[in-house]
Structures are given as structure tokens and as C-alpha cells.
């Protein structure tokens, strides 16, 4: 295990972080922490406060400021200790007491499988619409627990890791905090698929030696390329895939290593949107580019707001070589996602604002509507969990929907009276059936029947999400077509 985080640590962290603010509050929720956990001791037999250090500490490499930062001191103190909400209140103030009440009601939860699931969901979103912080610090706290997991019983070990692999990474992911998901799926993956663990971490000793041999050839290559083309390079990095990640691309490959391009990529950090297509020109014109392979993420981010343009290149080696490039700003919210707000405010307002994170609002809209019922929680499921796409009004304004959603997805997503009345679609100005899959970028335009009663109960088999799925029910419903879709 890794030596853990000192009080004397975490101090200097958090100065470094935030030079020129006052830690007088970080003392006093160690000290307050400190006391109020005496005596008490993890499974692993340490001191109790460790874990609260621990939590503190990722807190601060997410960049967090310092009231959060103090609250991960705080987390488990009501849960797990005498002292409650009031005294926290009392010494620390409104803000903290309502981050520390949140993360509580969070702790309360557990695991029990897919029944419990929607439940579980539904808390996490609810604390996330009212502060997302509350979230960040709870994945920070999984963070750490998820690292000690060898001291659990099997069993609850892997539901441990399962429950993180299935709700709390997906989380991190949607927040765009890829260095924090990442970690969450590494550590949880030999609990959850011990024998897939061992399969591909064999693989990846097999391929990593060879590979770097070629990639640091390319580095080379492109550094000289770019300098001889006066693009101003910040870095050039090879990243190695992380293995959970590497694990479900195999699955999407066949399980074929030899059509895995990004075991290692190689990640440009220039200083501007400018540098990075020029890089992108630079590579092309050295190495030849894999057709269908360039993305251009800057001009379309991920729903998560990761920007980056990536292309995979055939080198001289025989072997392709896959290429990231991004300026320094898109790096750090590629890394952080949501923490990285705080530094580059305006830039990330536009992922993050209250519109763009409108599935936090269908969820909590349609929260009353969840029964025991597994097609509801499919639907969630679906909806939250999967990639989302972006997809175009015909006057340009941005629709976010999950993958492989249909037009009657979108038309329903824009407005229950335009879905009940629709009748055909036009996706990219050709006439398009309306199960077609659509994909980010497409132009959808809705072709609207007056005299059209009520939707077709076909539609329910063709919609894609839980909301479309929902309205379609009640038009069929009011118009007392029930029979057709019982
Ligand atoms: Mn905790």
C-alpha cells in the first residue's frame, strides 16, 4: 500500500494549492476531525483520520478549493462519530455543514443489485442538483476506500467494486473527471473480473515493451517535425491506456490486441487552438492517417465537454501510432472535467451550465415515476449510463441524447406536442425513417401531421429513452388506446 497522507502532507498540498489563502479553517477541521474520531480504527487497523486525510488529499489533486477540501476532513465525523450536524453547524458554518449533511444522507445508502439501483441514482442525483461538490467529494472518499478493498471480505469486496464500477465511475465520466473515473475502474476491475484482469494485464506486459520502443521513435520524430514547422510544443507525453478501459475496447475489438491503435498515445500539449490543428497538419503531412480516424473533438466536444483533436497515423515502424493534441486548458479539463471549473471558469460555464446538464433535470423530473420496475430502470439506465450524442435543430441549437436514440427520441425531447403530431423525418435533408440511429452532428427536422391523433404504439418499440418511452404511454393512454401497448 502506499504510504499514507500526513496531516503535515496534506498541509503542504493545500498551501501549494492555495498560496495565498488562509488555512486557519483546514486546522481546525483536522482538528476538530481529529478529536471527534479518536480511538476509532479502520479494518486495515490504522487510525480512523487517515481516511479522512486520504479523502482531503485527492480532494486537493482535484483542485478543489479549501472549503471543500476541509469538508473531505469532516465527511464521516456525523456518520461514524458523537459529534453531529448541529456541532459541525456551530463551528463551521452553514456551507460546510450542508456539504458534510449531504455526503451523510449519500452514506446511508447500500448496495444491494439492480433493485436498489434506481434508489441509489436517484440520491446522487439528488445531491448533485443541489451541490455538485457533494458529489466530488464523495467520489473522492470511494477513491480511497476503493484503494483498501483487499481488506473486505470477498464478497462484500466485489460489491464494493462492482457499485463503483457500475455508479460511481459512470459518474466521474459524465462530470468529464477521466484522471478520477479512470482510477475508480482500475482499482475495481481484478475484484469485479478477477480472471479478465489477469488476461489482459498479461497482454499488456507482452505489448508494452515492444510498443514503447516505436512510440518513442515517433515521439522523437514529431518533436522535430513540429520545431522544424516553429509550432510552439508545451510537451509531448505518451499515455498508456488504462487497463479497464483497454479491457472494454477488447471486448468491442473481438479481443483482438492487433486492432487496439492507442495502447499507448501519444498526447501534444500546445499553447493554442491555432497550434493544435497546426500539429494535426504537421503529423498528416509526415505520417499518412488511418481513414475514419481523425476526430475532431474541439469543434465537437463530448457531451462531458472533453475537447482534443485525435488521429491514428501508419508510421515507418509498420505500426500505427495514435496522436492526441490539445492546448493546455483542454488538458486540464480533459484530466479534471467538472474540478477544473474553478480556473478556467468561462471555458467550462458552457459544459457545465444548468442547460447543459439538463439530464440532472429529466432525471429528477421523472424520479416519482420509478416503480419496482425493470423497465424503468432500463430506461435510466440507458439514458444516464450510455455515451450521449449531439444532434442539431435545424436552427443549430444543441440536443444531448443518449446513443443510438431515434428521431422520435428528438422530436419527443423537444416537445411532447411535436412528438404526438409527427409523422416523418429529415435527417441531414434526407427523408429518414424514424428508428434510424442517429449519430453527433446530424441535422434533424421534424415532419409534422395535423391530423394525426395520437402516436403510433409502434413508436414505443423504436424510442430509445425513458422520456420519449414515458410520453408516448400517456398520449396513448389519454386517447384510451391502452389495449395496444399493455
Ligand atoms: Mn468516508
Known sequence: MTPRITWQKLKSAVIQLHPDEDITLLAKAYDFARRAHAGQKRKTGEEYIYHSLATA???????????????????????????TLDDIRR???????????????????????????????????????????????????RLDNIK??????????????????????????????????????????????????KWVSSLVKDHLKNERKYIDKAQKIAYHQLMKNN???????????????????????????????????????????????????????????????????????KPNGYQSLHTSVFTEFGKVVEFQIRDEMMHEIAEYGIAAHTKY???????????????????????????????????????????????????????????????????????????GHMSGALVNQQMSSLDRPLKSGDVVEIIKDKNRKQPNADWLKMAKTGKARDKIRNQLRKNGSEKFWN
Open 91 to 141: 463551528e463551521f458554518g452553514d456551507d460546510i455543514c450542508t456539504l458534510v449533511s449531504g455526503i451523510t444522507k449519500l452514506g446511508t445508502l447500500k448496495y444491494r443489485g439492480i433493485e436498489r439501483y434506481a434508489e441509489n441514482l436517484r440520491k446522487m442525483f439528488v445531491a448533485m442538483a443541489s451541490d455538485l461538490r457533494i458529489i466530488i467529494i464523495k467520489l473522492a472518499d
Open 148 to 197: 483498501t478493498l483487499d481488506i473486505h471480505r470477498p464478497d462484500k469486496a466485489k460489491r464494493i467494486a462492482q457499485e463503483t464500477l457500475e455508479i460511481y465511475a459512470p459518474i466521474a465520466n459524465r462530470l468529464g473527471m477521466f484522471e478520477l473515473k479512470s482510477q475508480l475502474e482500475d482499482y475495481s476491475f481484478p475484484f469485479v473480473y478477477p480472471e479478465e484482469y
Open 57 to 83: 488529499n485527492n480532494l486537493v489533486e482535484l483542485k478543489m478549493d479549501m472549503q471543500t477540501i476541509a469538508t473531505g476532513l469532516l465527511h464521516d465525523v456525523p456518520e461514524d462519530t458523537d459529534k
Open 231 to 301: 509550432v510552439p510544443v508545451i510537451e509531448i507525453q505518451g499515455r498508456v491506456k488504462h487497463i479497464y478501459s483497454l479491457y472494454k475496447k477488447l471486448l468491442s475489438r473481438g479481443k483482438d490486441m492487433t486492432r487496439i491503435y492507442d495502447l499507448i498515445a501519444l498526447r501534444i500539449i500546445v499553447p493554442t487552438v491555432a497550434d493544435c490543428y497546426q500539429t494535426l497538419g504537421v503529423i498528416h503531412r509526415r505520417w499518412t492517417p488511418l481513414k475514419g480516424r481523425v476526430k475532431d473533438y474541439i469543434a465537437q466536444p
Open 345 to 419: 471558469k468561462e471555458a467550462t460555464n458552457k459544459f457545465y451550465s444548468k442547460k447543459s446538464l439538463h439530464w440532472i433535470d429529466d432525471l429528477l423530473g421523472w424520479q416519482k415515476d420509478i416503480k419496482d420496475n425493470m423497465q424503468y430502470l432500463k430506461d435510466i439506465k440507458n439514458d444516464i449510463f450510455q455515451d450521449r450524442i449531439f444532434v442539431f435543430t435545424p436552427e443549430g441549437d444543441v440536443i444531448d441524447l443518449p446513443e443510438a436514440a431515434t428521431p422520435i427520441d428528438f422530436a419527443y425531447h423537444i416537445h411532447s406536442e411535436i412528438g
